[in-house]
Every structure is written in C-alpha cells, then in structure tokens.
Nanobody, 123 residues
Framework: QVQLRESGGGLVQTGGSLRLSCTAS????????MGWFRRTHEKERDFVAA??????RPYYAESVKGRFTISRDNANLYLQMNSLKPEDTAVYYC??????????????????WGQGTQVSVSS
C-alpha cells in the first residue's frame, strides 16, 4: 500500500499560481504511475496530468496544457499551476496506480488516492 497526502491548495486570483505537492509513504513510490485529478461540480474525477514510473513523458488534459507542469522526485509528486482560471477551481487529488497503467488519464487505473486539497480561483 501507499499513503498519499496533498498540500499547497488555496485561494488565488485569476492569473495567479499555486504549487501542489503530494507526499507518498508506504511502499516504494517509484513503482507507481502517478496522476493528478480534480473534482468539480460537473465531474467527480476529472483528469489533469499524469506521469508514468518508467518514463519522463507527462500527460496533460487539453484544458491545462501549457499552464500546468507535473513532476516527481523520490517520494513526492508536484503540480505547478500557472495562469490559473476560475474554471480550475476544484478539489485536487493525487493518485497512484501500479505501473504500467494502460490509460494514465483514466481514474480507474489508480488504486490509491489522497484526501484532496482545495484550489479556488477568484475572477
């Protein structure tokens, strides 16, 4: 098992930036594919970004390409969010799935989830 805990959420104005962190503990973090998802009023698990354990190639939702950057180190996952928009307002979750996942953007590929962190963007 792996335990995940997000941090870094908050309230920012349109155009602002936030950096989310996800700290992992438990089993070896490096064997998991990792992703960020968000929960909005419309979607329970909306894909944001993902990184596979075996590849540095990131995956992004179209809505965040060019604005968000996902990265990871030995025990942490990060999401740098720039040029934030009101529609980015959501609860953000990090997730871990046993590598290799077939579809990194599919929330069903992930077995472990953090408790979420709220991101609010004011207009």
């Amino acid at each position: 098992q792996v335990q995940l805990r997000e941090s870094g959420g908050g309230l920012v104005q349109t155009g602002g930036s936030l950096r989310l962190s996800c700290t992992a503990s438990g089993r070896t973090f490096s064997v998991y594919d990792m992703g960020w998802f968000r929960r909005t009023h419309e979607k329970e698990r909306d894909f944001v970004a993902a990184l596979r354990a075996s590849s540095p190639r990131p995956y992004y939702a179209e809505s965040v390409k060019g604005r968000f950057t996902i990265s990871r180190d030995n025990a942490n996952l990060y999401l740098q969010m720039n040029s934030l928009k009101p529609e980015d307002t959501a609860v953000y979750y990090c997730a871990a799935g046993p590598a290799p996942t077939l579809r990194p953007s599919d929330s069903r590929e992930y077995d472990y989830w953090g408790q979420g962190t709220q991101v609010s963007v004011s207009s």
